[in-house]
T-cell receptor, first 116, second 111 residues
Framework: GAVVSQHPSWVICKSGTSVKIECRSL??????MFWYRQFPKQSLMLMAT?????????EQGVEKDKFLINHASLTLSTLTVTSAHPEDSSFYIC????????????FGSGTRLTVV | SQQGEEDPQALSIQEGENATMNCSYK?????LQWYRQNSGRGLVHLIL?????REKHSGRLRVTLDTSKKSSSLLITASRAADTASYFC???????????FGDGTTLTVKP
């Protein structure tokens, strides 16, 4: 089945530094990937849609200069949280469509970001 | 606001009992999906039901969809302690390919 690998699974960084999160589709090509953010005990909020070879589409209220998304290949999308602050601490999850009709979207295992 | 709303927010049952979770949404959809999330982990896809389908089964899972009421339900039969997790519905609208998630139901199955 379709597998999406997300790395790292957790990261602690100092305030003001940048953190890069990778999302890879291991056995299928994903022209589109999605990045979500999830606060504790809350639902997933879509941040942006990552399109291979073009600029990401950001949801309203998401700062594109703070959350840089790059989708340079059909199997890799990256999310960089720039100049991180404690309020950026959250669980970040990516997903991709495998294109299989009955399989919805495949999610990565998530990245727990803690900014201290 | 979120497209989907789920109830109950939390559900606690004994092992062997059935668990039913409901999801309501606001606009017309292409399909609706149910996911499970164990604490601190990513989401696992359970079932996708299309807008022209009314019911789907997968093992101990049964999903119904009522587009006239804009609602869906997820039934887990003969629950097990390992079913303890949060369950989310997600809807796909339009051609953007993105899913909008409900608030989730936290299920606790006591052994």
């Amino acid at each position: 089945g379709a597998v999406v690998s997300q790395h790292p699974s957790w990261v602690i960084c100092k305030s003001g530094t940048s953190v890069k999160i990778e999302c890879r589709s291991l056995d299928f090509q994903a022209t589109t990937m999605f990045w979500y953010r999830q606060f504790p005990k809350q639902s997933l909020m879509l941040m942006a849609t990552s399109n291979e070879g073009s600029k990401a589409t950001y949801e309203q209220g998401v700062e594109k200069d703070k959350f840089l998304i790059n989708h340079a290949s059909l199997t890799l999308s990256t999310l960089t949280v720039t100049s991180a602050h404690p309020e950026d601490s959250s669980f970040y999850i990516c997903s991709a469509s495998s294109g299989q009709a009955n399989y919805g979207y495949t999610f990565g295992s998530g990245t727990r970001l803690t900014v201290v | 606001s979120q497209q989907g709303e789920e109830d109950p927010q939390a559900l606690s049952i004994q092992e062997g009992e059935n668990a039913t979770m409901n999801c309501s949404y606001k606009t017309s959809i292409n399909n609706l999906q149910w996911y499970r999330q164990n604490s601190g982990r990513g989401l696992v896809h359970l079932i996708l039901i299309r807008s022209n389908e009314r019911e789907k089964h997968s093992g101990r899972l049964r999903v119904t969809l009522d587009t006239s009421k804009k609602s869906s339900s997820l039934l887990i039969t003969a629950s097990r302690a390992a079913d303890t997790a949060s369950y989310f519905c997600a809807t796909d609208v339009g051609n953007a390919g993105k899913s909008t998630f409900g608030d989730g139901t936290t299920l606790t199955v006591k052994p």
